[in-house]
C-alpha cells in the first residue's frame, strides 16, 4: 500500500544495546546520511544491567536529526519510518504521563536467575518451551519481569496505572507522544508471554508472570501502519518494526528457507529462516517469529552468544591489555597460534546451545610461555567457538550441514575474527558490502511498505557482498581446537551453583 506521494526517502531507526543508529536511504537503497550515538549500560549491582530509557529515546532522535542534516533533508520528504531494536531489553511506564518507571531492564541482566530456577523445578520449563519456542532464562523479559513484582511491592500496587513494552514500544509511544502503544511478533515472541502457535498473548503464561493483559501492547504485522510521528516528526507515518536480529535476516535478503546469517555485536546472533512452519523441536536453541506480513508468519531458529564484542571490551577495559578494539586486534594478529591456551567468553553465563546462567569466564591452559598476543588471540577465538557450537546445532536441527554463511555487524568489521570463523567452521564466511545490515532490513521493509524498491534495479543498494572469508585450516586442526574449545566449556558448566 502507498503512503508516500513522491516523497524520497526512508527513516530506518536502530536502537541498539550500545549505540542508537539513524539511516536516510533513498528511493534505490542508498544510503543518503546517517549517524550514531553510543548508548551506556548502568550496573547498579551484580548481574543487574539496566540502562535510561530517556537516554535511548533522546539518543535515536538525535541521531536521525542528524542523519537528515547530514543528507540536506528534512522531515517532510519522509515517506515512512522503520524502527528496528534489541528485544528482550524492556521498560514499565505511567500510562498517562509517559514517564518510565525505573530503568529499562537490559537483555543482559541476569537477576532473574534463581527464579528461573524455582520455576523450572516447578515443571515450567517444558510448557514455557512449547508455547513459545524459547528456554526458561534471565535472558528474557518475563522472568524479570516477575522478579519486579515480587520484590517491588509498591509497584506491583500500581500494575493498572502501567504499561509494559520492549524497546520498540517504548520508542512508538515516543514518536507517536503516547497515542500509540504496540509491537509485533518478533519483538513480543521474546517475552516468554507470547504463543508463537496461536499468535497472542498466552492466558497460562501471563497468570504464572503476574502480568495483567491490560498492561500489554497491542500486537501488530510486521509492516504496515504503527501510526503517525507527533512533534518534529509530524504526520510520518511509522511503517515497519522488527526485532533487530529478524531486520538484518531480512536486511541480508535471508528470504527463503534454509538461508541463515550472523550478526556480532556486543553478542553475535545466528538466524536461519524457517519459512512459515516452526519445528517441533530444536536442540539448545530457539524458535520465534521472523516477521509476519500478510497473515502469515515466517519462523526463525535462532542461536545467541551473549559475549561477542563484549569479551573483546573485557580486553580493553577489563584487562586494559589495550587501548582500543583495533590495537587489541593488532596484538591478537602478532600471535599465529594460541600456544593452548582457550579462553570460554561466559562474560553472563552462556546462551545457544547450553542455556547456562551458573557458567562464568574462563581462561585455561596457561604456561610461562604465554603472553598478551596469545590471551588476545584466544579471546577471538573464543567468540567464533561460540558460533560454531550455534552453527553445529543448527546443522543437526536441520539434519544436513551447512555452507557460506552470512555476516554483519560491528564486529564483523575484524578481518581476523572471520578468518578464524571459516577456519573453524570448515565453510566460507561472507561479509556484507554495508554494515549496517540491520537498519537496512527495517528500513526495506518500511520502504516496500512505502512503494519503494519494488523491483530488483531499486533493491541494488541491498544484500551487496564486501569479501568472502575461506577456510585456512585443515580438518585435522579443526579438530583438535574444537575439542579443546568443548573440554573448556564443560569445565565452565554450573560454576556458580
Not at 467 to 481: G, M, V
Request: proline share 5%.
Amino acid at each position: 500500500m502507498l503512503y508516500s506521494g513522491r516523497m524520497d526517502y526512508i527513516l530506518a531507526l536502530d536502537q541498539g544495546t550500545t549505540s542508537s543508529r539513524a539511516l536516510l536511504l533513498d528511493r534505490k537503497g542508498r544510503i543518503a546520511g546517517q549517524a550514531m550515538r553510543p548508548v551506556s549500560l548502568l550496573t547498579p549491582k551484580p548481574e543487574w544491567v539496566e540502562q535510561s530509557p530517556e537516554l535511548l529515546w533522546r539518543s535515536l532522535e538525535e541521531a536521525a536529526c542528524e542523519a537528515l542534516e547530514r543528507a540536506g533533508a528534512v522531515p517532510r520528504r519522509i515517506a515512512g519510518i522503520g524502527i528496528a531494536n534489541q528485544r528482550e531489553t524492556f521498560l514499565l511506564w505511567d500510562r498517562q504521563s509517559l514517564e518510565p518507571v525505573g530503568n529499562a531492564i537490559v537483555w543482559q541482566d541476569r537477576r532473574s536467575t534463581a527464579l528461573c530456577d524455582r520455576l523450572r523445578k516447578a515443571g515450567w520449563e517444558e510448557p514455557i518451551g512449547m508455547k513459545t519456542g524459547l528456554r526458561l532464562n534471565p535472558y528474557f523479559s518475563g522472568t524479570k519481569l516477575l522478579w519486579l513484582w515480587e520484590n517491588l511491592p509498591v509497584l506491583s500496587g500500581r500494575r493498572d496505572r502501567l504499561r509494559f513494552g520492549t524497546v520498540d514500544s517504548w520508542l512508538l509511544a515516543k514518536l507517536t507522544g503516547g497515542k500509540v502503544h504496540a509491537t509485533e511478533e518478533s519483538n513480543a515472541s521474546r517475552t516468554l508471554l507470547y504463543n508463537i502457535h496461536e499468535h497472542r498473548w498466552d492466558a497460562d503464561l501471563l497468570a504464572l508472570f503476574q502480568t495483567p493483559p491490560s498492561l500489554l501492547p497491542e500486537v501488530l504485522p510486521s509492516a504496515g501502519p504503527f501510526g503517525k510521528g507527533a512533534g518534529f516528526w509530524e504526520g510520518i507515518p511509522i511503517l515497519a518494526v522488527l526485532g533487530d536480529q529478524q531486520a538484518s535476516l531480512y536486511g541480508q535478503l535471508c528470504w527463503g528457507p534454509g538461508s541463515f546469517k550472523t550478526t556480532y555485536g556486543t553478542g553475535a546472533f545466528s538466524l536461519m529462516n524457517l519459512g512459515s512452519r516452526p519445528p517441533t523441536a530444536a536442540e539448545g536453541l530457539l524458535v520465534s517469529s521472523g516477521w509476519r506480513l500478510e497473515g502469515e508468519t515466517t519462523y526463525v531458529l535462532e542461536g545467541c552468544v551473549f559475549a561477542a564484542g563484549a569479551a573483546v571490551g573485557w580486553l580493553v577495559d577489563g584487562l586494559r591489555l589495550a587501548p582500543g578494539v583495533e590495537q587489541a586486534e593488532a596484538l591478537a594478529r602478532q600471535a599465529s597460534e594460541t600456544e593452548g591456551l582457550v579462553f570460554v567468553p561466559a562474560l553472563t553465563g552462556l546462551g545457544s546451545p547450553y542455556w547456562d546462567p551458573s557458567a562464568e569466564g574462563l581462561l585455561i591452559g596457561i604456561t610461562r610461555r604465554t603472553r598478551p598476543s596469545h590471551i588476545a588471540r584466544a579471546v577471538w577465538e573464543g567468540i567464533a567457538h561460540q558460533v560454531c557450537d550455534v552453527i553445529e546445532a543448527m546443522a543437526r536441527a536441520g539434519g544436513a550441514p551447512l555452507h557460506q554463511m552470512k555476516v554483519d555487524g560491528g564486529a564483523a568489521r575484524s578481518d581476523l575474527l572471520l578468518q578464524i570463523q571459516a577456519d573453524l567452521l570448515g565453510f566460507s564466511v561472507v561479509r556484507s558490502g554495508c554494515r549496517e545490515a540491520t537498519a537496512l532490513g527495517v528500513g526495506l521493509l518500511a520502504g516496500r511498505e512505502a512503494g519503494f524498491f519494488a523491483t530488483p534495479e531499486e533493491r541494488s543498494g541491498f544484500g551487496r557482498i564486501e569479501r568472502i572469508f575461506s577456510p585456512l585450516l585443515d580438518a585435522r586442526e579443526r579438530r583438535r581446537k574444537r575439542e579443546a574449545w568443548k573440554d573448556a566449556v564443560g569445565r565452565t558448566r554450573g560454576w556458580r551453583r
